[in-house]
């Protein structure tokens, strides 16, 4: 696991993203890059796989009506989607990809995308949060 951190780590420099907390021994990085949306994203190496995760809302008063649009907006996301967490209340943006090829421009779309899907997304997202 010690390589695929240290290429992982080393694309998100080379993307200039902040890297504000990493432990190798678990296999975690958290960025930042408050432009672009990006607040916590966690990227946790699970060999085989990378998986990206990054909490959006709360659902305060959970209603058929939200989960139908969040579900709609799954559509169009280019990577990764909407997801629940256990509870069932808290939104999060989830993508997941192979390690063993992963590339500076399959990681860089990932984010793009979730950066994108923010910028594109956030009057809704900000009304489901207050809902």
């Not at 958290?30 to 916590?40: F, L, R």
């Not at 659902?59 to 799954?74: A, D, R």
């Not at 090829?101 to 594109?120: A, F, H, M, P, V």
Request: proline content about 2%; glycine content about 4%.
């Amino acid at each position: 696991m010690k390589e695929e951190f240290k290429t992982i780590k080393n694309y998100l420099i080379e993307l200039n993203y902040n890297i504000t907390h990493e432990n190798e021994e678990e296999g975690v990085l958290v960025i930042q890059d408050y432009d672009k949306g990006i607040s916590n994203l966690i990227l946790g190496i699970a060999s085989p796989i990378l998986v990206m995760e990054q909490y959006i809302f709360k659902i305060s008063n959970p209603s058929e009506t939200i989960f139908q649009q969040l579900l709609q907006k799954n559509r169009d996301i280019v990577h990764g989607a909407f997801v629940l967490d256990e509870s069932g209340e808290k939104v999060i943006f989830r993508d997941t990809l192979q390690i063993e090829n992963i590339d500076l421009n399959e990681l860089e779309g990932s984010i793009n995308s979730l950066s994108l899907l923010l910028s594109e997304y956030s009057e809704n997202i900000i009304q489901f949060s207050k809902s």
